[in-house]
T-cell receptor, first 114, second 113 residues
């Protein structure tokens, strides 16, 4: 079983559309994250949730809205998609406030906005 | 969190040891050194971490200098599947923003047959 799974793996859409990416982890972790990797391969955190509560919000445009129905799921909804949103989005999970910070990442969702 | 500096790329022959350096000259006493890697088209993968002592696990060894200003990740017998971008990250043990890892450009390791 995949520890952190996200769907879809590829997402191609038009500008202005609304889309969602789903993420689920079966590791029993209480913290989940969304990271974004841009075209230059820089990987940067967007959000983190701990047990359904928003912990980190890295000045991401409010067109991006994470939703955590329970601690095993963290979905990412994006409204009014723009060309600049094209990137690979990674979901991850970990145990909160636990050192070492061992994050487990999903395999990514490649979003292409046309 | 202290800044890290890594060479942009390295080559290694298959079966040989790969030694990946990282400079973190401004590291403070309560900061861990972490290594993650990202194989092409996959998410980052945790490899190892250390504070002061050298560490070894099933994936790699981490050698931290006595002054802690630099470290080396060692893959003892590199295989083609170890071709990836390797990230050295420094994080405070007392951080409140758990999981906010700062990924730099990393070192692209190419393992060659």
């Amino acid at each position: 079983d995949t520890a952190v799974s996200q769907t879809p793996k590829y997402l191609v859409t038009q500008m202005g559309n609304d889309k969602s990416i789903k993420c689920e982890q079966n590791l029993g972790h209480d913290t989940m994250y969304w990271y974004k990797q841009d075209s230059k391969k820089f990987l940067k955190i967007m959000f983190s949730y701990n047990n359904k509560e928003l912990i980190i919000n890295e000045t991401v445009p409010n067109r991006f809205s994470p939703k955590s129905p329970d601690k095993a799921h963290l979905n990412l909804h994006i409204n009014s998609l723009e060309l600049g949103d094209s990137a690979v989005y990674f979901c991850a999970s970990s145990l909160r406030d636990r050192v070492p910070e061992k994050l487990f990442f999903g395999s990514g969702t490649q979003l292409s906005v046309l | 969190d202290a800044k890290t500096t890594q060479p942009p790329s390295m080559d290694c022959a298959e079966g040989r040891a790969a030694n990946l350096p990282c400079n973190h000259s401004t590291i403070s006493g309560n900061e861990y050194v972490y290594w993650y890697r990202q194989i092409h088209s996959q998410g980052p993968q945790y490899i190892i971490h250390g504070l002061k002592n050298n560490e070894t696990n099933e994936m790699a060894s981490l050698i931290i200098t006595e002054d802690r200003k630099s470290s080396t990740l060692i893959l003892p017998h590199a295989t083609l599947r170890d071709t990836a971008v390797y990230y050295c990250i420094v994080r405070s043990t007392g951080t409140s923003n758990t999981g906010k890892l700062i990924f730099g450009q990393g070192t692209t390791l190419q393992v060659k047959p």
